[in-house]
């Protein structure tokens, strides 16, 4: 079609005209393709425009941060006043307390010094009430002293029988004098312990006192004082016992040559020391002048110059004691060995007041005195002398704490197959410990009586249902002295010797060093169940069997408790035994991990206190023998493991639970792991993934750990990048700005040989509720088409920023997706904006591009 335009000015016609040609010329300019140079000028300022708006963009993301920053410092400077207010006021009540204490205390010691007056009215009118009770003994003793002279001239009379051939026909038989037929009393019928002569004892105390500042050696005088305020015969008998126990020493240098020994009752009492035979004789006596029939008994003693096994045939008696009647039955005390004992090191007698040679029982007095007649061992079938020589070696300690001895029954024991076991069983709850040492002809006395602990790696010593085993096993062929010590559990400072044995080991058994063991006993220790560990959920062998170098120990718990284990090795430096233990720690038990790298044996301790007071000591609860037959090649754990290991009871006071794995050790075969939880108090919580120095691979491993936050579910997933053994921490803190605390550590196991991608870059815009489902790599390849689709919650904008802008579009889900060409760039960025209409968007992850090998 042609245009025609009409003019009446020619001029105007030539403009038209030439406008006409330009725009024509430009048409077909524009129509032609742009050169190389004008391309390439293009692109680049649209690269240019493109970065200028990212970096808009990040000052844009960088200014909204700093002002975030400065709103949370200056809610820091107004939490700083108001604690500082609060500190003040809190002080103001410090002091208020401390002055309401203050009068507290003067009004307590008002209420003290009245207390103190009380009591001596208190006293002065008990003195007012005993002195009414004595005068009332002692018209009952007046009354008794009437029966006793009857009961005398009755014993004369049966005395003048016997000699006219008129014996009773049961003393015939016995050779016991008068003791009546029938049942025998026991000691703890006639009273029930020491406290019920205290009274008694007290006396007997101070009148020996004064009569010795007085220098009254009499026996009459002596024995009608200490029992004055005695009401029966055994009242009498005890105040006689306890005045010989607290004035007799035992004769020292008389016994080993170096001056005359003391024989008359006179003599001991004047020089206040004398032998055996002084005290008995001296015994005899006084008893006689108070109306007690006596007798003194010759014999062996297992006392001062015995020696284990030695044979008595044709060896002369070398001790002498006492038996008295009472109530028509015979009874036996030693008031020389109830005075202390002779210390043959020092040469040198202790003085130690033992009651428990007071009225013994003859089953319990014929363990270390054998007497030459027969009868006087007051028992139903006598021992024989070669019984009496068998008999193992035991203290007073060792009835007194109730003790029966179970196995060996003889002193002497051959080891079998290496080994020795004994075994000694307590009415009450005792604590033992031992000693081995190569054998000493020593005599008895001349070693030590009490004992701190025993470290002894010769013997393993276990304790259950009060019951005590140990297994003797010696190293080297030979002749061993092995000596138990015991206390009462409750008691406190060393333990007493109670009871002594001899083994022979013939062929000792080839095995490994058995580590030191700082407590008393292997397993369970005594007490453990007052620590909160229940003994029924706890391995009943004190010896574990470790298989393929890894062993997984389990302890039921009454309460919450915190735990620290130990694992000892002959061979194994403490920094690697810390790497062989993993320890998981929950409300109702304990789970302890541990490594045997070498072959031999381990020992395990096991150490607690109650979890919510972390002001109390570690107590040793439990001490484990670890046995690994074979030394595998195993992979320590991660240095730097916290306390506690997979879920329990830190994880559980967080609120943190549903774990997926309930573990403290994962493995993985592909290298890949999903670790989901709920997080039900919304703290903000933190994840480290960790390797030992030495093992990192090239990129770093935090690329390797990514963590999704939706709701109250948390995911933390994991991809590996080498095969080996690593360390999954979880960190939970509750107030921004303050530190994270440890909530538990993970023991990650990858066997896969393939190197595990990594994860994306996350940035700070990525929150709360974002979800990446694809890609789930952080490493994409170059020059592809990947598919993108992420939730991302609030957004109404999310692009991926590659060689292009690609405007991500939300489906149904809803979830935003889109496809992304990799081509051209080394970095391809999500990034998402709040605002539809917003040019700035913040960045959220960012996804490497592999580089070809042609580039590289």
Known sequence: MDFVFYAPRLRVNRCILQLCTGNHELYMRRRKPDTIEVQQMKAQAKEEKLQKKIERDNLEGEKRKRAANEKKKAEMERETRDLKIRLSQYEETTKNAERDLQEQLERGLRLEEERRRVEQEAARL?????????AKEELLRQAEDQMNSQEQLAGELAELESAVGKEPEGAAKTGLGEETPGKRRRRKDLFSGSEAFSWVDAHAIRAGAELKQKCVYEVKTIAQNVTQEARTELERLRAIWVWLCHNIEYDVSGYLGQSKMLYSPEEVIAAGKGVCSGYASLCLKMCREVGLQCKEVCGYGKGIGHRPGQSLRDVRSNHMWNAVLLGGQWFLMDACWGAGHMDMQHKSFVKEFNDFYFLTDPEDFVESHFPDEEEWQLLDQPMTREEFEMLVSKSSIFFTLGLK???????????????????????????????????????????????????SSWGVMTMSHRTMRLQILPRAQGTYDIR???????????????????????????MEEIPENPSLFWGLQVGS?????????????????????????????????MALCKLVHPGLEPALAERCLATQIRPDGLTVHALCPSRGFYRLSVFVRDYDKPEDRFENAANFLLHCKVATQVELFPPGLGSECGPGTSTLQAGLFKFSHTGALVSTQQG???????????LELHAVLWRAEGQAPAVRLKRHLFCTFTDSRVMVSTSLPVPGVYRLGLYARTTPGTAFNPMCDFVLRSSCEQPGLPFPSIYTAWGKGCVLFEPRVGLLEPAAWVRFRVRVPGAKKVSAIGEERVELKMNKSPVWEGDVFTGGVRQVQLASSSSEYSGSMDIMLAFDIRRSAALG
């Open 672 to 682: 890949k792991c999903n670790l989901t939880f709920h997080n039900q108090q919304d």
């Open 529 to 561: 169940e007052a620590l909160g560990v229940a003994p029924g959920g706890s391995p009943g062998s004190h010896m574990l069997e470790v298989e393929e170098g890894e062993l997984e120990l389990t302890m039921k718990t009454s309460r919450s408790l």
């Open 484 to 510: 138990v010590y015991a206390r009462l559990e409750l008691a406190s400072g060393p333990l007493s010797w109670v009871c002594s044995f001899t083994v022979e080991c013939r062929a000792p058994r080839a």
């Open 126 to 134: 008990e003195t007012e009430r005993m002195v009414a009770i004595i």
């Open 405 to 455: 001895l179970i196995q060996p029954q003889h002193f002497y024991t051959i080891t079998d197959d290496g080994e020795v076991n004994l075994s000694i069983s307590s009415s009450m709850s005792v604590t033992y410990t031992y000693d081995i040492t190569p054998r000493h002809d020593f005599l008895h006395g001349g070693v030590a009586e009490q004992k701190e602990t025993s470290r």
